[in-house]
Structure formats: structure tokens, C-alpha cells
């Protein structure tokens, strides 16, 4: 009976996808590439060097896993932990960190038992034909500042991409 039953379930299986199209089963996105997370690096460290601003900038794919770090010099040691939250908060919330920020700053506390959120400004999506393919994520002055040198990184991206 059991053999008859995996047979049947065997063959329902075998007739979907007869009729479904492998476009259907298989979509492909846009990713950020090593030498495109440098792209937005390098932007992003001119925006701070253009303000005399010492940062640590982190590039994450994604998955929010960190692809690529600059750490500028006299920038503290704390602001390397605290972008890389920034930039996974950005990726897996679709949305910049700063958003947040303000919904905790408005009295929205139970924000904050929330999974992989840091409620500071700086976080950035890297969004690219509606998908979020990374996030910058900046710290070492403050937040909408981190924000600004983050936003100049994925503008530098997105210009790029699109001429």
C-alpha cells in the first residue's frame, strides 16, 4: 500500500512539472558583485573624507553577510560592529535603518525585540530592479550623517549601473 502511495505521489510530481516552465520554477535576480561592493566603498569614503568625517563602512550582499570593510583611520573600534548591524538591518528589512530609529524614538519599544535590528540611522538598502541585492551600512558619526555617506555609496552604485 505504502509503495502504491509514493508511486502516486511519484507521478503528481512528475505531471506538475511537465507543465510548469523551468522560468516558473527559477527566478533570477540582480547580485552585488566583489568589485561593485568596492564601488560603493570607494563612494561612500569620499563623501566622508569630503567632510573631514572618520567612518568604518561595511558592504553586505544579500544576505547581510559582510563583503566588503573600510575601516578609515581614527575611526573608533566600536563603529565596526555597529555598521555591520546597520547594514544587516537594512537587508533583511528591506529598508533603511533609520526607520527604526524614529518608530523606537516614537515610543514603538517592542520594535526592539525584534531579530537582526539596530534602531540607529546609517543602514541603507542597496535596492536594484525591486530587489534588495545589500546594504551599506556606516558608523563613527552621527546617525543621519552615517546615513548620508552610506546613501552616497548605493547613489554612486545605482548611477553607474543605470548610464
Sequence with gaps: MKMFKNLAIALAVGAMSVTVSATELVKQVPALTLDGAKFVAQAAVAKAESENWNVVIVVADAAGRPMYLEHMDGAQ????????????????????????AERVGGGEVALMSLTDMLPFAGGVPIKLDGHVIGAV??????????????????????KSVKD
Design 77 to 100: 573600534p566600536s563603529s565596526l560592529e555597529t555598521a555591520l548591524s546597520k547594514a544587516k538591518t537594512s537587508v533583511m528589512y528591506k529598508r533603511p535603518s533609520r526607520v527604526f
Design 137 to 158: 551600512g556606516v558608523s563613527g558619526v552621527k546617525g543621519l550623517q552615517d546615513e548620508q555617506i552610506a546613501q552616497a555609496g548605493v547613489d554612486a552604485l545605482l
